[in-house]
C-alpha cells in the first residue's frame, strides 16, 4: 500500500515518542525549596550529622518533606520557602563554622526517572536566578608573584650562564643581585638585559649590586594577563561544575562577575570558584635545624604539617600548581589511600627531572597553599577576614629519577583529593581572587512577566491549533498533533543536554512552533492541489508528502544556516537562541514530516479503496 509503513518504522517512531515522554517529564514535577548542608574541609557528613539535623528540626517544630544524604552532602527538602528559611537560620546557627549551609531549589524529580538520568531543564537567570558573584582580583599580590618570578628567573640565567654572584633578594619594589667583582657585575647585566627585556637595571657608581625593577609596561600586561588568565580559570572550573551558558565577564580593570543561572549546588559553587588552592614542591632542608628562637635559618622556610609539627623546607620551589596539565582523583595502590595522579606540562617536568635525578635518597615535600575568606558576626556587623592557609600535605623520599608523571598522597579523603585535582586541571589562578558580593539572583523579569512569556506561547499554539483544525479538518488535528510532538521532542532533548532555558530560548520555540506549522500547510496545501487536480485520495496523500519535502527540506536549510552563523558568530543568549532554532528544525523536520504521516497512515492506510479525505 501506498500509505503504509513497514512495522519496523512504526515501532521506531513509537519508541521515539517514548523516550521524548520519559526525559520531557521531570520538567513537569517542579522544585523543592531546600536547605543543602555541605562539609568544610575539616568536617564530614556522616549518620551522626544527618540524625543531629533531624534532631534540630523536630525541636523546632519544622516539617521535612524528605532528608537525602550522600557521602559529602545532605539535603533537606521542604514544602514552602518559609519552612527553608527558617531551617537555615536554625542549622547555621547550630552546626558553626564546620559547615556550609546553602539555600537550593532541587528538583522533585521521581526515582524512576533519575534512574534513566531524566532530569529537567536548568532555567536562566532571567526566568528563574541563579547565583550571582562579583569577584574582586588582587593586583598586588600579581604584581608581586611577577617580581618573585623574575627574581627566580634571574637566578637561573645567572646560573645556566655560570656567572658567579652573592645573592639575589627583593626590596620592596626592586630586585637587588649583588656581585663579587665588577666584571662579573658586568657580564651579569649583559644577560639579564639580553633575555629578560621587561626589567630597568640600574647600577650605582661604586656598588656592586644592580637594581632591577619592573617597567611600567610590563606591569600594565601583568595586571591585564592576571585579569584574562582568571577570567579563563574560572570558566573551566565552571565546566567543572557542569554549569550551562555562564556569564563570566571583566567588570572594571580588576573585577570580574559570575552568573551561574539555574545551579542546583550554591555551596560547591562558591567553593570552587573562591579557591585559589595551588601546591609548591619543595625540598625539604636536611642540612640546617629550627632555631632556639623558632625562626628559620637563611636560605630555608618553615611550614608546618597538618599535625601542627614543624618541616623546614628550601626557599627553592621546583614546581608550582600552575605548570600542572593534568590532574586526577583516585586511590593509592599500596596503602588504599585517596591520592591524586599529577601531569606536568614540558617546563615543569625538565625541573622535576634534574631535582629527583640529583636528590635521590632525599626527602620532598608537597607544600598545599589556600588562601580562604572567612566572615564573622562582631557587633551585630559581619566582617570578612582573609587567611592564608599553608600546610605540607606529604613529604617522601625520592626513591628514584621521575619527572613528567607522578602521585601525591596525605590528603583528608577522597573529597578532597576530588577538589584538588578539579582545582589544578582547571589550572591555577594568576592571582587571588576574592568574593566581594554574592547573592542569588530572583528572575529579573519577574513571576508575572514570565507566566506572561509562557502564556504567550501556548496562546499561540491554541491559536494555530484552532485554526489549522477549522481549516484542514482531519488533517489539521494530524498537523496539531504533530506540532505537539515537535514540542515534546524539543523540550526533550534540550533537557537530556541539560541545556539553561532563557527567555532567548522561549523565542526559539516559538519560531519553531511557527516554522513547524508552516511544513505542515505545506504538505496539506499539496494534497488538496493533487485531489483538485482529479487524483486519488491515496495517490495525493502519497503526492502531497513526497512533492513537498524538497520545498520544506530546502526552506529549513537555509534556516538552520543562519542559525548555525548565529551560533558560531554570537555569544550568551544569541548562541542559547540559535542553538534552540537549530534544534527546533531538526525535530520540525521529523515531527512534520513522519509523525504527521504516522497519523494519517493510521488513519487511512489500511482503507483499500478511499472515496474522501477530510482535509
Known amino acids: 500500500?501506498?500509505?503504509?509503513?513497514?512495522?519496523?518504522?512504526?515501532?521506531?517512531?513509537?519508541?521515539?515518542?517514548?523516550?521524548?515522554?520519559?526525559?520531557?517529564?521531570?520538567n513537569f514535577y517542579g522544585e523543592d525549596p531546600s536547605v543543602q548542608i555541605s562539609p568544610q574541609r575539616t568536617s564530614k557528613i556522616d549518620q551522626s550529622t544527618l540524625?543531629?539535623?533531624?534532631?534540630?528540626?523536630?525541636?523546632?517544630?519544622?516539617?521535612a518533606k524528605k532528608l537525602e544524604m550522600t557521602e559529602d552532602r545532605i539535603l533537606v527538602r521542604f514544602d514552602d520557602t518559609e519552612a527553608q528559611l527558617k531551617a537555615s537560620d536554625i542549622l547555621n546557627g547550630a552546626l558553626g563554622t564546620g559547615y556550609i549551609i546553602a539555600l537550593n531549589l532541587a528538583p522533585s524529580t521521581p526515582g524512576f526517572l533519575r534512574a534513566f538520568n531524566a532530569k529537567p531543564m536548568y532555567l536562566g537567570l532571567d526566568l528563574r536566578g541563579g547565583v550571582h558573584f562579583l569577584l574582586q582580583v588582587d593586583m598586588d599580590a600579581a604584581v608581586q608573584q611577577a617580581r618573585e618570578r623574575y627574581a627566580e628567573e634571574i637566578r637561573t640565567i645567572l646560573r645556566d650562564n655560570k656567572i658567579r654572584y652573592s645573592t639575589v633578594d627583593r626590596d620592596k619594589a626592586d630586585i637587588l643581585v649583588k656581585f663579587v667583582d665588577a666584571q662579573t657585575l658586568q657580564q651579569g647585566r649583559d644577560v639579564i638585559k639580553k633575555d629578560l627585556r621587561g626589567l630597568q637595571l640600574d647600577v650605582a657608581e661604586g656598588d656592586l649590586?644592580?637594581?632591577?625593577?619592573?617597567?611600567?609596561?610590563?606591569?600594565?600586561?601583568?595586571?591585564?594577563?592576571a585579569v584574562a588568565q582568571n577570567i579563563t580559570t574560572l570558566r573551566n572550573r565552571v565546566n567543572e561544575l557542569g554549569v550551562a551558558e555562564p556569564v563570566i565577564q571583566q567588570q572594571g580593570e580588576d573585577r570580574i562577575v559570575v552568573q551561574l543561572p539555574g545551579v542546583q549546588d550554591t555551596a560547591r559553587a562558591k567553593e570552587i570558584l573562591g579557591a585559589t588552592a595551588t601546591l609548591e614542591f619543595r625540598l625539604v632542608d636536611t642540612e640546617h635545624t629550627i632555631g632556639a628562637d623558632g625562626k628559620a635559618p637563611l636560605g630555608a622556610r618553615l611550614y608546618r604539617d597538618r599535625q601542627g609539627k614543624p618541616v623546614l623546607l628550601q626557599r627553592k620551589i621546583i614546581v608550582t600548581g600552575d605548570q600542572v596539565t593534568?590532574?586526577?582523583?583516585?586511590?593509592?595502590?599500596?596503602?588504599?589511600?585517596?591520592a591524586v595522579f599529577i601531569r606536568l606540562n614540558s617546563v615543569g617536568a625538565k625541573k622535576m627531572s634534574d631535582t629527583t635525578r640529583e636528590n635521590i635518597g632525599k626527602p620532598m615535600a608537597v607544600v598545599y597553599i589556600e588562601n580562604k575568606s572567612e566572615t564573622k558576626e562582631i557587633d551585630g556587623k559581619k566582617v570578612t577576614t582573609k587567611k592564608k592557609v599553608e600546610e605540607v600535605i606529604n613529604v617522601a623520599t625520592i626513591r628514584g629519577h621521575f619527572s613528567k608523571s607522578f602521585q601525591i598522597t596525605g590528603l583528608d579523603g577522597s573529597n578532597e583529593a576530588r577538589d584538588l585535582a578539579l582545582l589544578l586541571r582547571a589550572g591555577a589562578l594568576a592571582a587571588p581572587v576574592d568574593i566581594v558580593e554574592e547573592r542569588t539572583v530572583g528572575p529579573s523579569m519577574g513571576k508575572e512577566n514570565i507566566d506572561i512569556g509562557v502564556k504567550s506561547n501556548v496562546y499561540g499554539f491554541v491559536a494555530i491549533a484552532l485554526f489549522m483544525i477549522v481549516y484542514y479538518h482531519v488533517f489539521g488535528t494530524f498537523s496539531v498533533l504533530a506540532l505537539g510532538v515537535n514540542v515534546l521532542l524539543l523540550v526533550s532533548i534540550l533537557s537530556a543536554m541539560q541545556a539553561t532555558l532563557t527567555l532567548p530560548g522561549l523565542a526559539g520555540i516559538a519560531l519553531t512552533v511557527g516554522m513547524a506549522i508552516d511544513a505542515n500547510v505545506l504538505i496539506n496545501e499539496r494534497i488538496r492541489e493533487e485531489l483538485r487536480n482529479g487524483v486519488t485520495p491515496h495517490m495525493a496523500i502519497h503526492a502531497g508528502y513526497e512533492r513537498a519535502f524538497a520545498t520544506i527540506l530546502d526552506s529549513n536549510v537555509t534556516t538552520f544556516v543562519a542559525g548555525l552563523a548565529l551560533f558560531l558568530l554570537g555569544s550568551g543568549p544569541i548562541?542559547?537562541?540559535?542553538?534552540?532554532?537549530?534544534?527546533?528544525?531538526v525535530t520540525s523536520m521529523f515531527s512534520a514530516v513522519l509523525v504527521s504521516r504516522t497519523f494519517v497512515n493510521?488513519?487511512?492506510g489500511r482503507q483499500r479503496k478511499l472515496g474522501k479525505i477530510a482535509i
Open 1 to 26: 500500500m501506498l500509505n503504509q509503513y513497514p512495522l519496523w518504522k512504526n515501532l521506531l517512531i513509537l519508541t521515539i515518542l517514548l523516550l521524548a515522554g520519559l526525559y520531557a517529564a521531570p
Open 326 to 338: 593534568d590532574a586526577n582523583a583516585g586511590f593509592e595502590q599500596q596503602s588504599g589511600s585517596a
Open 209 to 225: 649590586t644592580i637594581k632591577a625593577t619592573v617597567s611600567d609596561s610590563e606591569l600594565r600586561e601583568v595586571r591585564k594577563f
Open 602 to 604: 493510521l488513519t487511512y
Open 575 to 585: 548562541r542559547g537562541f540559535a542553538l534552540v532554532l537549530m534544534l527546533g528544525i
Open 51 to 63: 540524625l543531629q539535623v533531624e534532631k534540630l528540626l523536630a525541636d523546632s517544630a519544622l516539617k
